[in-house]
């Protein structure tokens, strides 16, 4: 696999290289300007197998723009391009799906200025015109057509408040709370291929999360719940929904959180990925299977040392994705006896408009957006055992820095993190910076170390900066996260920022013991459950000498009041807020105040709905009271991700000066 073929030599530890402080190149690193980053996304393979589809779009180096995207269509033979299509300047596309006989490629173009949002057909013949089929006032999203061609279903929030998602900045809530507590609901549309009126057969009181039609076009399974939609994934049915509009029939209520759906090809068993997860959106867990009819839910892999990320059915054959260690794996499992085959295993992320791979109808091709940290992305497409990239646009982007995979122990755990470092490095001692990733449910996977905002990864921080300047960069997954089992995953309930930060501080001795960083410069920073274990490390740990914490919890207590998501909060602490507090209090930064020390930048969106701005404010204060150096910066209209890429460039600036000031570089 030529994208991986550079960082597979790197795999192995870095001990077994030598790594010591004589190990490194004694040259002072070189800042070179980068070329424009060509992004693929919502990608969408043809049902035979022979073009592939994406939302193309081209990002340079300190824009602060939101580049506009085109939809692209290519060869999978050669990656030629066929046809693009813009219908919309003001538009965003994406939703891509292709028709059944892949003659035709659905899309939602959403003009979130307007409010507005269009589901439209493209025809393969690129001369043909750009057919709209139906207008949602709100928001649009997940097109699938019907088995047989006949209909197009999608989501659709109409008159919605808000974009859809808890990480999207809130609605603005003034008033009559009450009055104003009327949950946006998404739900199932269809519409006719040839256009007419849209259908919701859904139910106006559900929201629908993820949906797929059954294999004889008289439904769809999808998990689903009743009420406020940012909330209520976390406690999700699985459930089957006639497309005449009949009764919702539940098929399973796991105790786990469910995410992709998916129906066999008879129609007689329904597969889903189960675990414990903290935000939609971020899949890891077990392969669960259920009959169609209802019942009870199998997991067909328990024990399983790795993490399914997504999963679709190809005939007989249930095709996976699963993070292994650091490793994205792609295979295939058995329903029956559980057995996994794994197909290919790469230190790479992989991307798709619908899981991480896209499939040809018979699974012979599969095609994704594959990057590392070294290499750009690329679309790759064949099969599987051997596929390559058909796309070559980002060619001339070199790597930015060096990316190794490094193992340690900790309390008896297995951990593995990536370390970052620059390409070239001056002799003597090195600052670094340790980043942990949100979540907890997730992991720090490989993506391209790039020179535009939207080429790094929100909570990631500045790195191609730091790397230019010097310093090293850490990105530990540490028990909670994924990639090593449900039981890994689980081993942080009712115990965040104690095991976890363990491991994390382990993973700095143990890159202190091969790379030449300077225990003296240490930085710590993370976003989200990243921010919450910032704040969490800054109370529990002299180690570090500057801090970054990103739309974090401070507060537990508080924080189970204030936050539009406090369904996600009893799986890992094991009650309500109100029913033990002694374990929300116990895990508190706030608790453990006047134990902090190291200076701390902080920042929050203003209408963050998943970690609201009022938690960073306490933490703010309470470092003000007990006199550590801080600064806070609310960005006004921003949610739980700093978006705006104007917003994104003032933030990387401001981490930069802030770690620069107290480490020294």
Same mark, same amino acid.
């Given at each position: 696999m030529a994208v991986a073929k550079g960082l597979m030599g790197a795999?192995?530890?870095?001990?077994?290289?030598?790594?010591?402080?004589?190990?490194?190149?004694?040259?002072?690193?070189?800042?070179?300007?980068?070329?424009?980053?060509?992004?693929?996304?919502? *990608? $969408?393979? +043809? %049902?035979? #197998?022979?073009?592939? =589809?994406?939302?193309? !779009?081209?990002?340079? &180096? /300190?824009? @602060?723009?939101?580049?506009?995207?085109?939809?692209?269509?290519?060869?999978?033979?050669?990656?030629?391009?066929?046809?693009?299509?813009?219908?919309?300047?003001?538009?965003?596309?994406?939703? *891509? $799906?292709? +028709? %059944?006989? #892949?003659?035709?490629? =659905?899309?939602?173009? !959403?003009?979130?200025? &307007? /409010?507005? @949002?269009?589901?439209?057909?493209?025809?393969?013949?690129?001369?043909?015109?750009?057919?709209?089929?139906?207008?949602?006032?709100?928001?649009?999203?997940?097109?699938?057509?019907?088995?047989?061609?006949?209909?197009i279903a999608f989501l659709a929030t109409p008159g919605a408040h808000k974009l859809t998602g808890a990480t999207q900045p809130g609605a603005v809530q003034v008033g009559d709370l009450d009055a104003l507590d009327v949950a946006d609901e998404q739900r199932i549309g269809v519409v006719a291929a040839d256009g007419g009126e849209v259908t919701y057969v859904s139910p106006a009181d559900t929201f629908v999360y993820e949906y797929t039609w059954t294999p004889d076009g008289r439904g769809f399974v999808a998990t689903a719940a009743k009420g406020n939609g940012d909330n209520n994934w976390w406690i999700a049915k699985l459930v089957a929904i006639d497309a005449k509009g009949a009764d919702v029939r539940v098929i399973a209520s796991p105790t786990t959180q469910l995410n992709f759906p998916t129906v066999s090809a008879d129609g007689r068993t329904v597969a889903f990925i189960g675990g414990l997860m903290s935000d939609f959106g971020s899949v890891g867990g077990d392969v669960y299977t259920v009959p169609f009819a209802g019942g009870a839910a199998v997991d067909v892999t328990p024990g399983y040392k790795g993490s399914f990320t997504s999963l679709a059915w190809s005939g007989d054959r249930l095709f996976v994705t699963a993070l292994i260690k650091d490793r994205m794996a792609i295979g295939k499992i058995d329903p029956a006896s559980g057995s996994v085959q794994v197909l290919r295993a790469d230190p790479v992320s992989l991307s798709a408009g619908d899981g991480r791979i896209a499939l040809s109808a018979d699974g012979a091709i599969a095609s994704a957006v594959v990057q590392d940290f070294e290499h750009a992305p690329a679309i790759y497409a064949g099969p599987i055992a051997s596929w390559a990239p058909i796309t070559h646009d980002n060619a001339a982007l070199a790597p930015q820095v060096e990316a190794h995979s490094v193992n340690w122990t900790s309390d008896g755990f297995d951990v593995q993190g990536w370390l970052l470092a620059p390409r070239k490095v001056s002799a003597g001692l090195h600052p670094m910076v340790v980043v942990i990733h949100g979540g907890p449910s997730a992991a720090a996977?490989?993506?391209?170390?790039?020179?535009?905002?939207?080429?790094?990864?929100?909570?990631?921080?500045?790195?191609?900066?730091?790397?230019?300047?010097?310093?090293?960069?850490?990105?530990?997954?540490?028990?909670?996260?994924?990639?090593?089992?449900?039981?890994?995953?689980?081993?942080?309930?009712?115990?965040?920022?104690?095991?976890?930060?363990?491991?994390?501080?382990?993973?700095?001795?143990?890159?202190?013991?091969?790379?030449?960083?300077?225990?003296?410069?240490?930085?710590?920073?993370?976003?989200?459950?990243?921010?919450?274990?910032?704040?969490?490390?800054?109370?529990?740990?002299?180690?570090?000498?500057?801090?970054?914490?990103?739309?974090?919890?401070?507060?537990?207590?508080?924080?189970?009041?204030?936050?539009?998501?406090?369904?996600?909060?009893?799986?890992?602490?094991?009650?309500?807020?109100?029913?033990?507090?002694?374990?929300?209090?116990?895990?508190?930064?706030?608790t453990t105040i006047k134990d902090a020390h190291t200076p701390t930048f902080l920042y929050v969106g203003e209408r963050d709905v998943e970690c609201p701005e009022p938690q960073t404010l306490e933490f703010w204060r309470g470092l003000k009271a007990v006199g550590v150096p801080t600064q806070m910066i609310v960005y006004a209209g921003e949610g739980h991700g700093i978006r705006q890429p104007a917003d994104y460039l003032d933030l990387e600036r401001r981490e930069l000066g802030w770690l620069d000031r107290y480490l020294a570089p």
């Open positions: 795999i192995a530890s870095l001990a077994s290289l030598g790594w010591g402080l004589s190990g490194w190149s004694a040259a002072v690193a070189q800042s070179v300007p980068t070329p424009a980053l060509h992004q693929h996304s919502d *990608l $969408a393979l +043809s %049902p035979a #197998g022979d073009r592939v =589809a994406t939302v193309d !779009s081209l990002e340079a &180096a /300190g824009d @602060a723009t939101t580049p506009h995207g085109q939809i692209v269509v290519r060869s999978v033979a050669g990656g030629r391009e066929l046809a693009r299509f813009d219908p919309c300047a003001a538009c965003s596309y994406d939703a *891509l $799906a292709w +028709s %059944p006989d #892949g003659k035709s490629l =659905a899309f939602i173009a !959403s003009d979130h200025k &307007a /409010g507005t @949002a269009l589901l439209e057909v493209a025809s393969s013949d690129a001369a043909a015109p750009v057919r709209p089929l139906a207008r949602i006032v709100g928001v649009a999203d997940v097109a699938r057509w019907s088995p047989d061609g006949s209909r996977t490989p993506s391209y170390v790039a020179s535009v905002a939207g080429g790094s990864v929100v909570g990631r921080g500045p790195i191609k900066d730091l790397v230019d300047r010097g310093y090293f960069v850490l990105l530990p997954n540490p028990r909670g996260s994924y990639g090593q089992g449900e039981a890994f995953t689980r081993a942080n309930i009712r115990d965040f920022g104690g095991g976890d930060l363990r491991d994390i501080l382990a993973g700095v001795d143990a890159v202190e013991k091969i790379a030449p960083v300077d225990d003296r410069r240490l930085g710590v920073m993370g976003h989200s459950y990243g921010g919450f274990m910032t704040m969490w490390t800054v109370t529990h740990s002299q180690r570090f000498k500057a801090a970054v914490a990103g739309a974090g919890v401070s507060n537990w207590i508080s924080y189970y009041g204030e936050n539009g998501i406090d369904e996600w909060m009893p799986p890992f602490f094991g009650a309500t807020a109100y029913d033990d507090p002694a374990i929300y209090v116990k895990l508190s930064p706030l």
